[in-house]
């Protein structure tokens, strides 16, 4: 298809961790989305995809998403234009609520490649098998199978404690039939109050789902380099004694969490949580 006037840059969006199931052979993406494996690529300005239809490309890549409109709305100041700049074409994915759900709980504390590895294990020993191009992939497992799952058979994945919270919060959906899309019609701090009655799911865990999956543009999830980025570039827009208390500890409190959340779905507004993935792949890139 081609996508002459649609801003896309395909490596951006897949390598700013966002996602966990995609890796690069060749030209080609290869993923493993809603229990099957497909391929994409981008060729100047053509995007090219395999075992996938246009409207699923299309929805799931976000490719409906305005990034112009986008860019006036954040473009707010010189850093968060130089972001821009860089970044431009990185798109928010629209991933499956589920497996995003359990991806974010596996990912507390931990770095980009071992979240991977923690759900490419999932998969491996709970998912079915399919294939594509020769190559064998694993799709990610159903609520049924997690929740009916050993705990020490989670943990043997790489999950650790996570492995309880992974359980439970299977549970919690398979057994209550606990529709995540459903929240997706729900406003914006009714769905993240929801999503924090599931086990092992604090805020940030609850703002990522909503905005990688939920379509909750608005979300700004705060890790230790959004803080950084605040810290660094937009301190003097805080409260002092917040930045004060901010710049002689480690960590976030949940209080510090919400404070700083807020702040960023104030200053850059519906399209906060564009504004955050930018920001936070600009600092991964450019330290």
Not at 6 to 25: A, E, H, M, S, Y
Not at 182 to 209: H, M, W
């Amino acid at each position: 298809m081609k996508i002459d006037d649609i801003p896309l840059n395909l490596d951006f969006t897949l390598c700013c961790g966002q996602v966990f199931r995609w890796d690069k052979k060749g030209d080609w993406w290869y993923g493993v989305v809603d229990g099957k494996a497909i391929k994409v690529r981008q060729v100047s300005n053509e995007f090219e995809f395999a075992n996938a239809n246009e409207k699923f490309v299309e929805n799931y890549f976000g490719l409906d998403d305005d990034l112009h409109e986008i860019r006036t709305s954040i473009g707010k100041d010189e850093h968060m234009r130089k972001a821009l700049q860089e970044l431009w074409g990185l798109r928010i994915i629209r991933q499956e609520p589920w497996e995003c759900l359990i991806s974010y709980i596996c990912a507390t504390y931990k770095n980009i490649q071992a979240i991977k590895h923690m759900v490419l294990n999932l998969s491996t020993k709970f998912g079915e098998k399919t294939q594509l191009d020769g190559m064998k992939f694993s799709t990610f497992p159903k609520p049924k199978k997690l929740a009916n799952a050993k705990v020490k058979d989670l943990m043997d994945c790489g999950l650790g404690y996570r492995g309880k919270y992974v359980q439970n919060t299977a549970k919690q959906i398979f057994e209550n039939n606990f529709k995540l899309e459903s929240l997706r019609k729900t406003p914006y701090k009714q769905a993240k109050k929801e999503i924090c009655n599931f086990a092992g799911v604090g805020p940030k865990v609850a703002d990522c789902v909503l905005l990688f999956s939920l379509g909750k543009t608005e979300a700004f999830p705060v890790d230790r380099w959004i803080k950084r980025v605040i810290l660094n570039h937009y301190l003097e827009k805080l409260p002092s004694d917040l930045a004060q208390k901010l710049m002689n500890k480690q960590g976030l409190s949940n209080s510090d969490y919400a404070k700083l959340n807020a702040f960023g779905r104030n200053y850059f507004g519906k399209y906060a949580g564009y504004a955050q993935e930018y920001l936070y792949h600009y600092e991964r890139m450019n330290t």
